[in-house]
């Protein structure tokens, strides 16, 4: 290679650099975050496999950092005989949850345990987040502190054992929070996620009825983070029509409405928090 002892090696050199970065330049780490913003774009709702290192940081949410947005959660599932009907409208609809799950709903030696856990694996397939909501749903006030963060710890394991990945969303059970609890959570990476529109579903029985709480806490609080419980049969019933009206209220011009709305991914709510 006599070419690289001549006084044109610096040329060549910086030639072959140059020919190479615009051949590989689409494999390139800023392209690559190019494309992901656009699919981003796309669905809108984030896909939570792809984007969850945004979300460990250790930090709190409570609904009110991005106002127009409406982010859903389930808690306290999964539950085989309702959460899959939930996964098939939100598929309908493109929307990616935060599922809030009791690992105790897994691991139990029952059969309803074994289909709950084939209902976490499919949950998890379709792109939503799975979010640490403890293993016994345990209330810090009634227990000791460290069975508090082992029931955290050992719901934490369980879902890394399905998915492969460390939860980063945290739900307190009961939104109780006690000062040492939430000083392990951030230390741990996780993001505490509260929510600001508790849609109470388990005070109801007519569908129609919970549509109209939604919309009403939804026009009240601005958008934020909706709470449901995907173990409720009547959010099966509702969440049809709640989907319909959100995802309505979304597409309309937002010069010609009053209270405009974006149904987000928790991700893009993080990210577009002021
Ligand atoms: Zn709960």
Known sequence: MMIFRSKYAPTVICLIFCVSFCLFRGASPVEAWG????????????????????????????????????????????????TPV?????????????FFINCHQIHHASAAAEENMAVLRDMYRRGHYIGNHTFGHLDPDTVTLE????????CEQLIESVTGREPTLYRPPFGKLPPEIRKRLDYS?????????????????????????????????????????????????????????????????PDTQEHHIELAGIESFIQSRR
């Open 189 to 253: 990476g996780y993001t505490t996620v509260m929510w600001n529109m508790d849609t109470q579903d388990w005070r109801y029985s007519d569908p129609a009825a919970l549509k109209r709480r939604v919309k009403t806490i939804v026009d009240e609080n601005g958008g934020g983070i909706l709470l449901f419980h995907d173990t409720n049969s009547v959010v099966v019933e509702a969440l049809d029509g709640i989907m319909q009206m959100l995802t309505q209220r979304d597409n309309e011009n």
């Open 35 to 82: 494309r992901l913003e656009d699919i981003r774009y796309k669905l809108k709702p984030s896909d939570g496999n792809v984007w969850s290192h945004l979300t460990g940081r250790g930090r709190m949410v409570t609904g009110r950092e991005a106002p127009g947005n409406v982010v859903i959660t389930f808690d306290d599932g999964p539950d085989h005989r309702t």
């Open 147 to 154: 069975d508090a963060w082992r029931d955290v710890v050992h």
């Open 86 to 98: 939930i996964l098939d409208i939100l598929d309908k609809y493109d929307y990616r949850a935060v």
